[in-house]
């Protein structure tokens, strides 16, 4: 999210509690919260903490089964007694995994016994009394709108509330006949008999939940569990309506393709349905299913994640302050229409990842959960009270995760999307702002360990999170779960078993800081290339990390592309192929091809690319606001500019879609070999080995080398896998694409210090200015093939199978009279490849 990289609040020290009997709440103060390490404790019974540690080995039904409705009261506000939590117990500890990954966490073995027991308790609380995990996390069938036997049933937790009834267009706005009961959770109920043998709320009309305060004030509010939310787009600032959406058989989106199996590596295209549309207007789900899926998939990439799903009234907050969980945004369609994106995903291979926001909630009253706050304590709200419950930077709520049916209400949102509509994955959004009671404000995280673990550490939201992961990945195994948290928190990719919190990824969040700083700042002569390389590499060791050079953060408003800030206002005048190049343009495309790349290579075990960012989108992101006087025109995607044959875009973005097909080929993204020989600061090289590709980068703005050598582990036959300098991607072709190089031996086999920049061969190469060459190895077995069919280099090979994959696809239909496609080369030669089709 924007703002969440180091723009965060001031500490509220003080814990939450864990859960317990509500009759034992009690508040705690900061001076008793404190790690382990001050007052120790143990996590007993080790049998029943590897069941609950360990990989869930509970019963848990398939994905695409059919489950049976949450049985059982609601437990409203569990809490425990701090005292009990905080026991002091011996020495006889539970064996830490994360520990033997990295001995440094040793001081803080303590912490890690505490948040340990903290989620083991929480966990047996919810299997006593709501049978599982998983059928905790089927609120849905309970909560809201849901059918049952001869009517509707509607459940809402709102405790706060002395009266309540449910209002909408089935009973003209007058809930006197409506009128709901409540238990003794706080939790109101109603059933409404069907009329007629008819639902007595028609499908697709509008509702509320009405409800007295204690003043005698009655209040509006959009139902918490809504599954569809509207606005009258005829009234400027009108409020949401929620919707209860129950279509008929004949009417409800039935998937037809399986979801595609989980890839090596994840290489994710970071899309926002509403901004898609090359028109100044909000795109619909479906139109982006039909139009730019195709895109995304002739691109190679095997994700899309999804921004802005989950409904926000506000469409300038980027999908960021949501307002209705359960909602997809109906800015861009109905839920139908969605599920029908994603099933079109699924037909063309792509998995399809969700941008969860459970960090915080829009602060609107009249169409957001905040509406439910009326100022009662925190154990009866979603939220926490006073500061806690602020974020005074974001203008947000913040949950209360030691709440009951705040983690019923969250977990069972996980658990939504991915049954109802058949995601994925998640990328967790602001989880920096979870892990901290400061949420990072002001905060400069260094790397000290004192930093993660400390009384600044939000364990309830950290325990969260430990259970969220462990019922996604309970749910569908194959789930991928990424983490955007800027603070580089220990153990956050590691599984729940080891004491981690259980994210398959984390986002690597300093790396495209590190290139705006570059660009901003630093002449190109200035470039280090030993900065460059650590800036890359600087992860933890056995925590996964999806690398990006620019995501959605770095075009926002105030800020611009790569692109553009590598060509400025040259974009405008400067990018037709029907003249020379300008030395701008000529180094801003050259310059554009290598950071997306190596930071590709370099940088971690998965990628990301912002839609549009492939191609070289100019400009910035500016969402339709006061300020612009509620324009599109920054709020768009301009793909005729990748689509116009002349116009030098298509350089870029056939590059984009060789990278991506490179490591479709050779897998270098899940290789955990990887290892920087070189990093020359007077050429301006970097050489690497990722897998079993070598790659060369030089950076230097005139140098070219000739018989540049350079080291790698297998002795053997090399051959260009991929050339930024190809005419195809813009280049001036300098390099010999059907070129052998051979390796030569360096020092004394097994002695690194005797070898080349401490590998045991290598080989020369041609390395002109500003490019970027990859070299795979030549086995036997594929050279004999490779000659029998009179094939010379591996680009070719890249080039025709990307021809193959596009003749597979169904045309873009937004393309269809200026689409361009790669095509097969003869020879040893790399011909244009970037070809105008032919009209319909």
């Known amino acids: 999210m924007y703002g969440s990289v180091g723009l965060f609040s001031t500490p509220l ?159 003209g706005w007058d809930g006197s006949n409506h009128r709901m009961e409540r238990n003794q959770f706080g939790v109101w109920s109603i059933k409404i008999p069907d009329s007629g043998g008819n639902p007595a709320i028609p499908h697709n009309s509008r509702v509320k939940f009405r409800f007295k305060l204690g003043d005698g004030v009655w209040v509006d509010r959009i139902p918490a569990w809504i599954r569809y939310a509207t606005v009258d787009p005829t009234a400027f600032a009108a409020p949401y309506d929620g919707v209860y959406w129950d279509p008929p058989p004949s009417e409800r989106y039935q998937f037809k393709y399986p979801c595609p199996s989980k890839p090596n590596a994840p290489r994710i295209y970071e899309a926002h349905v509403g901004m898609s549309s090359s028109e100044p207007r ?3 789900y479906r139109e982006f299913a039909d139009d730019i899926l195709p895109r995304i998939r002739a691109n190679n990439y095997n994700t899309v994640q999804l921004m802005a799903v989950m409904e926000h009234s506000y469409y300038a907050s980027f999908g960021y302050h949501v307002t209705n969980f359960f909602a997809v945004s109906s800015r861009s369609g109905t839920p139908e229409d969605l599920k029908y994106l994603i099933d079109k995903a699924h037909s063309l291979g792509l998995r399809v990842l969700m941008d969860v926001v459970h960090s915080h909630a829009s602060n609107n009253v009249t169409d957001g959960l905040n509406g439910f706050d009326v100022g009662q304590c925190s154990q009866d709200s979603y939220f926490h009270t006073g500061d806690r ?87 569908f195994p194959d789930a991928t779960v990424s983490a955007e948290d800027v603070s580089g928190m220990p153990g956050l990719g590691r599984p729940v078993a080891e004491g981690g919190t259980g994210f398959d990824y984390r986002l690597a969040m300093a790396i495209p800081d590190k290139w705006i700083d570059y660009l901003k700042n630093k002449k190109d002569e200035e470039w280090s290339m030993k900065e460059i390389s650590s800036s890359l590499t600087n992860r933890r060791y056995a925590e996964k990390c999806i690398s990006y050079a620019e995501s959605h953060d770095q075009a926002l408003v105030g800020d611009k592309t790569i692109a553009f800030l590598l060509m400025d206002k040259e974009m405008y005048s400067g990018m037709s192929c029907l003249t020379d190049a300008s030395p701008t343009i000529d180094r801003g495309i050259s310059l554009h091809k290598m950071i997306h790349f190596i930071t590709m290579a370099l940088g971690g075990e998965g990628f990301l690319n912002f839609m549009g960012n492939e191609f070289g989108h100019p400009e ?84 070219t080398y000739d018989g540049y050598k350079v080291g790698c582990d297998l002795p053997g036959k090399y051959r260009v896998a991929l050339d930024s300098d190809a005419c195809v991607f813009g280049g001036q072709g300098r390099v010999g694409n059907d070129a052998d190089h051979f390796t030569s031996p360096e020092g004394i086999p097994g002695v690194p210090e005797t070898n080349f920049n401490n590998r045991p061969n290598s080989f020369k190469v041609l390395s002109p200015a500003r490019t970027c060459v990859v070299y795979y190895r030549v086995e036997e077995s594929l050279e004999e093939s490779n000659d029998d069919h009179n094939s010379t280099g591996a680009n070719a090979t890249l080039v025709a199978d990307v021809v193959a994959e596009q003749e597979s696809l169904e045309e873009p239909a937004s393309v ?17 490849v970037v070809e105008e089709a032919t009209d319909d």
């Open 389 to 475: 419950g602020y974020h005074k930077l974001w203008d947000s709520r913040l949950f209360n995760y030691a709440n009951w049916e705040v983690l019923r209400f969250l977990l069972s949102n996980l658990r939504w999307w991915l049954e109802e509509f058949k995601f994925d994955g998640f990328r967790f959004d602001g989880v920096t702002s979870m892990l901290y009671h400061h949420h990072g404000i002001d905060m400069t995280f260094t790397g000290n360990y004192n930093e993660y673990f400390s009384e600044a550490t939000d364990v309830d939201a950290v325990v969260y999170l430990m259970l969220a992961n462990c019922l996604i990945h309970n749910i």
């Open 282 to 284: 909000v795109n619909s």
């Open 816 to 832: 269809k009279d200026h689409e361009f496609n790669p095509r097969s080369i003869e020879g040893s030669e790399v011909e244009d």
């Open 13 to 171: 020290l003080g814990s939450s509690s864990t859960p317990s009997s509500r009759n034992h709440y009690k508040t705690v103060s900061g001076n008793k919260y404190c790690l382990a390490k001050q007052q120790p404790i143990r996590v007993s019974n080790g049998p029943r903490l590897q069941k609950l540690l360990g990989h869930c080995t509970f019963h848990c039904p398939s994905r695409n089964s059919t489950y049976g409705k949450v049985n059982g009261s609601a437990i409203s506000a569990l809490i425990t007694d701090d005292n009990s939590a905080m026991a002091t117990m011996g020495e006889d500890t539970e064996h830490i995994g994360i520990l033997d990954t990295d001995p440094g966490l040793e001081p803080f073995k303590d912490h890690f016994r505490y948040r340990m027991r903290r989620y083991v308790e929480q966990k047996e609380l919810i299997e006593k009394y709501e049978g599982s995990l998983e059928e905790f996390a089927q609120g849905y069938l309970k909560f809201g709108f849901n059918r049952e036997e001869g009517g509707i049933v509607y459940r809402e937790w709102a405790p706060a509330a002395q009266e309540a009834q449910v209002i909408g267009d089935f009973n």
């Open 620 to 703: 910035w992101i500016d969402f339709p606001r006061e300020g612009n006087d509620w324009s599109y025109e920054k709020c768009r995607r301009q793909w005729e500019l990748v689509d116009t044959d002349h116009l030098r875009y298509k350089y870029m973005n056939a590059f984009d879609t060789a990278m991506n097909l490179l490591d479709e080929k050779f897998s270098f993204l899940a290789s955990t070999k990887q290892i920087v020989s070189s990093t020359d600061e007077e050429d301006k090289v970097i050489v690497f080995e990722r897998g079993d590709l070598v790659f060369v980068f030089n950076f230097h703005p005139d140098n």
